[in-house]
């Protein structure tokens, strides 16, 4: 047969990922099997890949694939998110550069715009997820506005508002002047950044001209919004003011000075501006107070008419030109440079704007409570467990959740309000009606409007397990719900990041508990944050993110897939080189010349082999009647099949323990150490020699199990390698073939070869270090009790390590001596080596080892070392010194020899 040189990604992958999708492989249906469901973050509609998807839905597939493998009805659920405020961004940009304004469209219009938009580039990260593998189930992909879906947030709405849990109220809320929306606090990126402390004079009223209150503030554009000065009543400094009031500097309006203990005195100047409209704990002390509150600034962040000077004026703008009006009236005493951490929206980066808005709002500890009880039980697990603190420390100082944006691209709120402001929860206009018939008022459909804002993308993303699978039942608790959520809810594994921990997993178990009574998934596995080596986070700012299809073009997506993998613990982030995907890539090419290794050699007894009755091939046949032993290459099966079967109970521990990147380090070992340097070495027939049946089989077994758990891994290449090995039937892929299952093992198999391995290698280190040729051979004398071993092994150790027939001893003899265990070897090195370097080199090697030997004693010597050290620290002194001990005598030896 003809086998490719080099393994090609880009064939591979087109033309299996097609195959799996014809077939039908990723497509689940509720049958007899246990379920395995996942439901996939949904990613933006805005979003195309980057390297956080990469991780995180690698790790979905793997997981997925594995669960397929192991017999489970595996269904991974795609989809995406309508994602409110970004998408808005978007479309309003589209129709900046058409030369249409928002606001000279009506929302119908805006809306009809926004879907267009949303289906020419809204799936384009589905699709290129199919690049990297994911093995989604594509026929149940959903959209957070699929008509049922955003029905299913409306039937929550009213649900919860009438459980009294959803309410309006005026509140001071994170304010994006850009996107001209509330948003929460979890969408709002705090940093540090370089800005300046203004020092303004405040007169005092009824004072002498150069009676004055230094107040330091970041934000002297808002102190025409001020309504009050507070000081700390135990400030000695201040006591002359209780009582009194001072002018605010431009507008010349009178505001009294309060005394309050939340002023620290030891902080900026001891005395704060109060502006209720315009800071969330200004606000709390005006409600204490009983303060006014002047609200200054208009929903663009420019500033209005209370404002009284700069009007119309943006914010920053008005921030410059306050400060100079101050400077020219006498009212700035100083400026200085200043850092602090301010606020900026996650959508637009915006600067946050804190501003009273009369909002809608959910009540959140009566939902937050038992979603903590959830955690703190086990009902869900987090992984790493590191993260359920946090997860604790947000849930017991929960806010409630403000979920009203002023957008028009979401799912409407459901409130109809009169000319007078009075207002009814319904889902239709006609409804809305009869509601304010109940409460005594006859309206026509001319005489109510709908809310003009739409719920957060949140409280539609926080249905998702439920929603995907049955949104009919959202807003009806009581309902068993189809026989998808029956068989696949519950689901059993959410990947996800750790900054959406609290408002997307806390709230989807939430959701889950208050429609389902049940947590919507059993484990949740964190992901660490993507950095470059450098430990930066990767962005398009930066330039430090590469691009996934460049990646994946150039290492395939089976390499790319490792390399992300290959140093991606749960919960910690991953320092990303491209040399991981390198490795990747070697790792397939290692893979596949190891099959064309196998493949390549000749049969014993097959058509084609031109061999004399009686040689390999007959013995080879004949062995099947055989003892095991009898077989030639017995050792080697023997010891890898319990090599594997060691390994495969390691993996399966790992995977258990969610440790993924452990995992495919344990498979790449085994793949490359065990399996290519060690096990093909050991079986691989003389130059022009058949290999024999047996053998064969038995290696072509062990290598279909090691694609087997390598394939969750790099499914591509061994797809295509499963099928190069054997004619398969149709339906025969390893995409749903068996996991390897676990068997008993002959640890004492293992353990006599790990020790013939650790010979060989010293034989081997021995040649490189003399510089002697492999095809010298060398003697090699045996001290020791378990000559059986050596025996067993011999033929595995002559051929590896190119020695005579192995001699035993029962007395040292000439030659290079080392041990192995409590095993002595010497190997007669005779004309291979000049003598006086290696005399010089082991004397010197001596002399270091005296002193460290030394060393050792000395401590071991200590009396309070040996009374106050840990029992283990001290044993470890122990076992050095009779290491060094025994490296010692064996050195002496080999000088001894020499001389």
């Not at 010891?639 to 495969?648: C, I, K, M, T, V």
Request: with cysteine.
């Amino acid at each position: 047969m003809h086998i490719s040189k080099t393994y090609d990604p880009r064939e591979a992958e087109e033309k299996w990922y097609s195959y799996w999708m014809e077939k039908n492989f990723f497509h689940s249906e509720p049958d007899e099997r246990e379920p395995y469901t996942i439901v996939i973050p949904p990613p933006n509609v805005t979003g195309v890949l980057h390297m956080g998807h990469m991780l995180n839905n690698t790790i979905q597939d793997v997981l997925v694939r594995r669960a397929r493998m192991k017999g489970f009805n595996a269904c991974w659920v795609p989809g995406t998110d309508h994602a409110s405020i970004a998408t808005e961004a978007k479309v309003v940009a589209m129709l900046r550069e058409k030369g249409i304004s928002k606001r000279d469209l009506s929302r119908d219009e805006f809306i009809a715009y926004a879907w267009e938009w949303k289906e020419k580039y809204g799936g384009i990260i589905l699709e290129q997820l199919k690049k990297l593998g994911a093995s989604c189930d594509w026929e149940r992909r959903r959209f957070t506005m699929d008509p049922e879906l955003s029905e299913a947030v409306i039937d929550t709405f009213i649900h919860l508002y009438n459980k009294g849990l959803v309410y309006r109220g005026l509140r001071m809320v994170n304010w994006d002047p850009q996107g001209r929306t509330a948003v929460s606090d979890e969408e709002v990126i705090r940093r540090e950044v370089n800005q300046q402390l203004y020092y303004v004079k405040y007169q005092v009223a009824g004072g002498a001209p150069d009676e004055w209150v230094t107040i330091a503030t970041t934000r002297p554009e808002t102190i025409m919004a001020d309504t009050a000065i507070c000081v700390n009543p135990l400030d000695p400094r201040f006591r002359q003011l209780h009582g009194k009031k001072v002018i605010v500097p431009l507008v010349n309006r009178e505001i009294p000075v309060i005394l309050d203990e939340y002023v620290e005195m030891d902080f900026g100047t001891g005395c704060l501006k109060v502006t209720p409209a315009h800071d969330p704990n200004d606000y709390e002390l005006g409600l204490k107070h009983g303060l006014e509150v002047i609200d200054i600034l208009n929903e663009d962040g420019t500033l209005n008419e209370k404002a009284e000077v700069c009007i119309g004026e943006d914010r920053f703008t008005a921030r410059k030109k306050v400060a100079q009006l101050l400077s020219e009236a006498g009212r700035l005493e100083k400026i200085e440079d200043y850092k602090s951490q301010v606020g900026f929206s996650e959508r637009t980066d915006a600067v946050i704007e804190p501003r009273l808005s009369l909002q809608w709002f959910v009540r959140m500890k009566e939902l937050a409570d038992p979603a903590l009880e959830a955690v703190e039980k086990g009902e869900v697990q987090l992984i790493p467990g590191k993260f359920t603190a946090t997860y604790r420390y947000w849930m017991e100082n929960v806010k409630d959740w403000c979920i009203s944006r002023q957008l028009w691209w979401g799912q409407r709120i459901p409130a109809w309000y009169d000319k007078d402001g009075g207002y009814v929860i319904a889902k239709t206009a006609e409804e809305a009606l009869e509601k304010f018939a109940e409460g005594g008022k006859q309206l026509q459909l001319t005489e109510i409007r709908q809310d003009e804002d739409v719920v957060d993308t949140w409280f539609s993303s926080w249905l998702w397990p439920v929603s995907v699978f049955d949104p009919s039942v959202l807003g009806n608790p009581e309902s068993r719900g189809n026989k998808d959520l029956q068989y696949y809810y519950p689901g059993n594994d959410l990947v996800t990041a750790p900054e959406i921990l609290f408002f997307w997993v806390a709230r989807m178990i939430m959701a889950g508990l208050e429609f389902r009574g049940e947590v919507p998934f059993r484990n949740v596995y964190l992901t660490g944050i993507v950095r470059d080596k450098q430990g930066r986070k990767m962005s398009k700012s930066l330039g430090n993110s590469p691009d996934p299809h460049e990646l994946i073009e150039k290492y395939g997506a089976d390499g790319v897939r490792m390399g992300m993998l290959m140093s991606s613990p749960a919960g910690n982030d991953l320092l990303f080189d491209e040399s991981y995907c390198e490795q990747g890539r070697n790792f397939a090419n290692k893979i596949w010349n190891a099959f064309r290794l196998i493949k390549g050699w000749q049969v014993a007894g097959e058509a084609g082999y031109a061999g004399k009755e009686g040689d390999a091939g007959e013995a080879g046949h004949a062995g099947e009647a055989m003892s095991v032993n009898a077989l030639p290459n017995a050792q080697a099966i023997a010891w890898f099949g319990s090599r594997f079967q060691a390994e495969l109970g390691n993996i399966e521990q790992l995977f258990s323990q969610y440790r993924l990147s452990e995992a495919l380090m344990a498979i790449y070992k085994l793949v490359w150490d065990d399996f290519c340097s060690w096990y093909l070495e050991m079986i691989k027939p003389a130059y022009g020699q058949p290999i024999d049946q047996a053998t064969q089989r038995a290696t072509i077994s062990f290598f279909e199990q090691l694609l087997k758990v390598i394939h969750p891994f790099m499914p591509f290449i061994t797809e295509e390698l499963w099928h190069e090995l054997a004619q398969r039937e149709e339906m025969d892929c390893i995409i749903v073939s068996s996991w390897p299952r676990q068997e008993t093992f002959s640890q004492p198999a293992l353990e006599e070869m790990e020790q013939v391995l650790a010979l060989i290698t010293q034989l081997r280190n021995i040649r490189n270090e003399k510089q002697i040729s492999f095809k010298v051979t060398l003697p090699l004398s045996v001290k020791t009790a378990n000559e059986d071993v050596y025996r067993r092994h011999e033929e595995i150790i002559r051929k590896l390590a190119n020695i005579e027939p192995l001699s035993f001893v029962k007395e040292n003899v000439a030659g290079l001596s080392f041990l192995v265990k409590t095993d002595e070897f010497f190997v007669d090195l005779g004309r291979n080596i000049d003598v006086e370097a290696e005399k010089d080199r082991i004397a010197k090697e001596l002399a270091y080892l005296q002193g460290f030997l030394r060393s050792v004693r000395a401590k071991l010597g200590n009396e309070r070392f040996v009374q106050n050290a840990r029992a283990e620290v001290v044993e470890n002194e122990r076992k050095k010194e009779a290491d060094a001990a025994a490296k010692i005598s064996a050195l002496e030896k080999n000088l001894a020899s020499l001389e």
